[in-house]
């Protein structure tokens, strides 16, 4: 049994079936990316697996390590040990990113406001900050801001990974994360991912363009295409789609004017 398993996955959006069946297997210490087309389903995929509200599950299962995921809420899912970094990161305004990034783990870690053995202390939260803040170029300034307001777009992605750094989870699922980034933020979040990948940690990258896996090789590579995993191999598969694109299974053309993104 893997430490992460999608098997035969339906989800529907307003009536729309988007995923047909999809399945793929990910241990700690591993990086697979799904890659594929606009409207293939790769955030449906994503918000699906975090347990969005508006995302109806048809079909399948999803289990970490063995237990079952889809009758949780996020939150529990969350304290289970998955993390996603959204490809929209949303504005929290009056948060500040300390008080954030320490409630978040506070309640990681099961702190009630009752059993102070259970919160993290003040030093203890500053040296877990330094080396993350330190890998992504960020900032101590960047604490005491609002939770994304006036952020830049490299500056959302990167809080993602700080987020994903601070939580240290077992699965993590990064969405796009390398959309909108400059070539020197994709480096720094690199960077970063490089730093936390192996050991206890399982990364799936769901990414269209293969520009982020030139800095983060992924141990395997699925294709998604119309909701369903069309195959599956090696990097050599990320290679392969720079050269030809998804011409194989779909027209992009075609598909490109029908669609910017799936729902």
Do not use: C
């Not at 449906?44 to 237990?67: D, F, I, K, R, W």
């Not at 969405?175 to 799936?204: A, C, F, H, P, W």
């Not at 909701?227 to 789609?241: C, T």
């Amino acid at each position: 049994m893997a430490d992460f398993e999608i098997k035969d996955l339906r989800v529907g959006v307003e009536g729309r079936e988007i995923l047909k069946g999809v399945s793929l297997q990910v241990n700690r210490g591993e990086v697979h990316a799904v890659m594929g087309p606009n409207g293939s389903g790769k955030s449906t995929l994503s918000n699906a697996l975090m347990g969005h509200p508006s995302y109806q599950v048809l079909g399948g299962e999803v289990l970490l390590n063995g237990q079952s995921l889809l009758e949780l809420q996020p939150d529990q899912r969350a304290r289970l040990g998955l993390y996603l970094a959204f490809q929209y990161p949303i504005v929290v305004p009056g948060v500040t990113m300390a008080n954030f990034l320490r409630t978040a783990l506070n309640a990681q870690r099961g702190y009630d406001g009752k059993d102070k053995a259970k919160a993290i202390g003040p030093k203890e939260f500053r040296e877990l900050l330094a080396e993350p803040m330190n890998t992504l170029r960020i900032d101590k300034s960047f604490l005491s801001r609002y939770v994304n307001e006036g952020f830049s777009g490299g500056e959302k992605k990167r809080a993602e990974i700080l987020q994903m750094a601070v939580l240290r989870p077992t699965m993590a699922l990064l969405d796009e994360t390398d959309s909108g980034l400059d070539i020197d933020s994709i480096k720094y979040v690199s960077e970063s991912i490089n730093s936390m990948r192996g050991g206890e940690l399982g990364i799936l990258i769901i990414t269209h363009y293969t520009r982020i896996l030139k800095f983060i090789q992924p141990d395997y590579v699925h294709v998604l295409v119309n909701g369903q995993v069309v195959r599956s191999g090696g990097s050599e598969v990320a290679d392969q789609l720079e050269n030809t694109g998804y011409s194989e299974w779909v027209d992009e053309p075609a598909a490109a004017a029908a669609v910017a993104e799936e729902v």
